[in-house]
């Protein structure tokens, strides 16, 4: 590249001054109303969808360049948590610098590439292009009128400007601004691989998607090749030039650096044991593991992580969280918002603490929804340590169990408010892979989850279930009576005659009320969780279960486990698995398990 000299680089800046000026000055004297995002509009039809590749690959891209690359991802990132859910009334116009504001630094702003008097240089902000070309194709292609638009000054072969499809924007003079006639929705957001521009309004009836992809230049036709060197979206810039401009700004590294190709990061909250072996058998040595504390250090096992790599800690987080929980119901509204706000809180930490060579994430689920809002995930490949059913399958499973028991105090105590749940549907969309030991969960998105072998317990309760002797039929419900764990359907099928005496043991509280199981002739109830090797069975027709361990627990100790699928265990030797809700197939489970042990003990012991 050429190098410039001072006199035009003065020039340069003064001309940028005047022409910011005199903008200034148009906008206070016909001022725009910015749009705001909102939800009223999101039910209208999606008209048009851009897509744009977000990373240089192939041949001749230069390693050099990479944080650069990754300077302008991070910019998409901070322009579209400005510009998603945006909604325009009628005739309101659209104004790139009016709704994204000034590329600084203290908004979150990066070095990315910038071209500037036919270089590309290091430049606060840079990258946007991407996205001006995205917002000036889909509104083309959805029929608003366009206002004001400048294409780039160099159009490199195979990119959007050779084909007269690109906008170039420059705080705060040169601008894209288009309207349309009627009220339109606008959604921008970043997967792993593409910056995707979507416009929803009711003119249209079919959608228009486009994919636009840098296309190979030995492969472009003669007619359209441009000789000479050029600086394009994906030139060479100051990073990899053999002859540095002495003007242009600093990078964030130097050309002769080794570059670094991104980084994996494990943003963890509670340590599951197959997650923990997880971990350890993938994890690698420069990986960074961001976690609540230090649980192995400490001998928390609730946060003991493997440590490898290098470990974040979010002591302050935690502490508190701790000391609101133990001040928390056991059941209710308030605890689950509670809960949930923890859970935003540590995720919003966690977010501040990514860097832009985290170019790879495991989150833990809790965690997911709040870091899509944050808008941290885009351009990161994303993959998911499922604790449970998505929010939008669990609560329908909720209302499901409302139905069927709608004189449950439980089962419709508490939603997730919408946005969180759509949020989480939308991350777990975009994310790379689901990891979970959960059957069920599992179940939700086969075609991109990896199921894990369940970690068994070590059955220290009784070790080997014990030869059963005549009395009673024990039964262990290894939880509190509440009704998402299938108490309603429980009772039903006790309460039936021709069980014979029932001993049953609950682990928890009574939360469906006092007397809840006053109508089971035959049952004592017992609260206590008894020696394993003293049960019959256990027994968790779950419509919500998402950690079995008391039945795997069970399994390892030989012991017979009746069990819905929603308990998410595979096919095991001594489970037997009902539907969530069969409170007529549970029943002929113990009839069918544990019908010889219904004899009088005159006719001898049980089976």
């Known amino acids: 590249m050429e190098k410039l000299e001072p006199i035009e680089v003065a020039v340069h800046q003064a001309k940028v001054q005047v022409h910011r000026l005199l903008r200034w000055v148009d906008d206070r004297r016909d001022p725009l109303t910015p749009a705001r995002s909102g939800r009223l509009l999101v039910d209208l039809p999606l008209a048009v969808e851009d897509r744009s590749s977000l990373w240089t690959t192939g041949p001749d891209a230069d390693p050099r360049e990479w944080p650069l690359e990754l300077g302008k991802v991070e910019n998409l ?10 909604e325009f009334e009628a005739h309101q116009v659209f104004s790139f610098w009016a709704q994204v504001g000034p590329p600084v630094r203290a908004r979150g702003y990066v070095a990315g590439r910038e071209l500037r008097e036919g270089c590309v ?5 840079g990258g946007l292009c991407l996205l001006s070309n995205g917002l000036y194709g889909a509104a083309r292609r ?9 294409p780039h000054s160099r159009r490199p072969p195979g990119s959007r400007a050779a084909l007269g499809e690109d906008a170039t924007v420059a705080w705060n003079y040169v601008d894209l601004r288009f309207v349309a006639g009627q009220p339109w929705r606008l959604e921008v957001r970043l997967d792993a691989q593409a910056l995707i521009v979507g416009v929803r309004t009711e003119r249209r009836r079919n959608p228009v998607r486009v994919l636009h992809e840098r296309r190979d230049l030995e492969r472009e036709p003669s007619s359209l ?4 060197r050029w600086a394009g979206d994906a030139g060479p810039s100051c990073m990899s030039c053999d002859r540095p401009c002495d003007n242009a700004r600093p990078g964030p590294a130097t050309p002769t650096a080794t570059p670094i190709r991104g980084r994996r990061s494990w943003l963890v909250d509670a340590a599951w044991p197959e997650y923990v072996r997880h971990v350890r ?20 096992r609730r ?3 493997p440590r490898v790599g290098e470990r974040v800690q979010f002591p302050v987080q935690t502490v508190a969280r701790s000391l609101r929980s133990r001040r928390l119901a056991s059941q209710g509204p308030g605890r689950q918002r509670a809960l949930l706000e923890d859970d935003r809180r540590l995720a919003t930490a966690m977010a501040a603490r990514l860097e832009l060579e985290d170019t790879e994430l495991v989150v833990a689920q809790n965690l997911l929804g709040h870091l899509w809002r944050l808008g941290v995930l885009g351009g990161r490949r994303v993959s998911v340590l499922m604790q449970r059913l998505p929010l939008l399958e669990l609560q329908a499973q909720l209302d499901e169990a409302h139905a069927r028991n709608p004189d449950s105090p439980t089962l419709a105590d508490f939603r997730a408010d919408p946005w969180l749940a759509e949020a989480e549907s939308r991350a777990l969309d975009d994310a790379i892979e689901l990891i979970t030991p959960h059957v069920g969960v599992a179940n939700c998105y086969p075609g991109k989850t990896t199921v894990l072998d369940w970690e068994l317990g070590s059955g220290v309760r009784g070790g080997r279930a014990r030869v059963r002797v005549p009395g009673p039929l024990r039964l262990w419900l290894p939880t509190s009576s509440v009704a998402r764990k299938g108490v309603w359907e429980l009772r039903d099928a006790l309460s039936e005659p021709g069980l014979g005496r029932v001993e049953l043991w609950i682990a928890g509280r009574e939360l469906e009320g006092a007397r809840f199981w006053s109508s089971c002739v035959g049952v004592t109830v017992q609260r206590g969780s008894p020696e394993l090797a003293t049960l019959d069975a256990v027994v968790l027709p779950a419509w919500i279960e998402h950690q079995p361990r008391a039945l795997l627990q069970a ?9 819905s699928s929603a308990c998410g265990l595979p096919e095991i030797l001594g489970v037997h698995t009902i539907a969530a809700g069969d409170a007529t197939g549970l029943r002929r489970a113990l009839t069918e398990l544990h019908g010889p042990a219904l004899a009088e003990p005159s006719q001898g012991g049980r089976a």
Do not use: K, M, N, T
């Not at 090749?225 to 000479?228: E, I, L």
């Open 303 to 305: 946060y003991a992580w």
């Open 77 to 86: 990132r901070v322009a579209a948590r400005a510009l998603d859910g945006l």
């Open 555 to 563: 399994v390892a100790a030989g012991v017979p486990v009746i069990a």
């Open 225 to 228: 090749r441009v000789s000479g």
């Open 121 to 125: 240089v290091p430049g606060i902000g």
């Open 281 to 300: 058998a993938h994890a690698r040595p420069h990986d960074r593991v961001l976690q609540p504390i230090d649980g192995e250090l400490l001998g928390q």
């Open 142 to 150: 959805a029929g608003f009128e366009l206002l004001e638009r400048h």
